[in-house]
């Protein structure tokens, strides 16, 4: 599986867009894209997954480029509430194993 | 709420108690994991059950022992643990074990003393 790098940590301005960015040079044609992110305390929350489409739910949308090396996972209007450290993960679909691996993620302070 | 829940949500137990994890799932799916987070470490698989049948046990010591009575509900069952097991202890549930898309508890915050 593909290895993913994340930046440390990022700010954000309350009511801006959090454009988190997520390396992945190395992603094989049948590895998703997938995010989720841990807010203080809480289990991991699933966020969004793609494959080679940009992709938008109620949540994000995630923007991946046409190479697939690198992806960008877009608040369009931060909260408070999306302080939390965020995952990207490369994983092949349709796998025998559902076992997420997370690396270190971005943690993602929205300040007012 | 992700439709998982998890008790206790805080435990702590000397290292010669012996104390069980449950999580139950509302959601309909025939998958559940266990993972171990640890301060300042990256989440850490250790069981995944599909259809109550354990499929994957990721070097786990046998001082864990995990049980799946049917597909709604997952324990986890601790005896003589050692304070570097302190961590919190995050039950999932995703459709099928191929599946990615999971949806986590919040988590049992244990403490060994």
């Known amino acids: 599986d593909a290895k993913t790098t994340q930046p440390p940590s990022m700010d954000c301005a309350e009511g801006r867009a959090a454009n988190l960015p997520c390396n992945h040079s190395?992603?094989?044609?049948?590895?998703?894209v997938y995010w989720y992110r841990q807010i203080h305390s809480q289990g991991p929350q699933y966020i969004i997954h793609g494959l080679k489409n940009n992709e938008t739910n109620e949540m994000a949308s995630l923007i991946i480029t046409e190479d697939r090396k690198s992806s960008t996972l877009i608040l369009p209007h931060a909260t408070l509430r999306d302080t939390a450290v965020y995952y990207c993960i490369a994983r092949r679909g349709g796998g025998s194993q559902g076992n997420l691996i997370f690396g270190k993620g971005t943690k993602l302070s929205v300040k007012p | 709420e992700t439709g998982v829940t998890q008790t206790p949500r805080h435990l702590v137990m000397g290292m010669t108690n012996k104390k069980s994890l449950k999580c139950e799932q509302h959601l309909g799916h025939n998958a559940m994991y266990w993972y171990k987070q640890s301060a300042k470490k990256p989440l850490e698989l250790m069981f995944v059950y599909s259809l109550e049948e354990r499929v994957e046990n990721n070097s786990v010591p046998s001082r864990f022992s995990p049980e799946c009575p049917n597909s709604s509900h997952l324990f986890l069952h601790l005896h003589t643990l050692q304070p570097e097991d302190s961590a919190l202890y995050l039950c999932?549930?995703?459709?099928?074990?191929?599946?990615?898309?999971?949806?986590f508890g919040p988590g049992t915050r244990l403490t060994v003393t």
């Open positions: 190395t992603i094989s044609g049948n590895e998703y």
């Open positions: 999932a549930s995703s459709q099928d074990q191929r599946s990615y898309e999971q949806y």
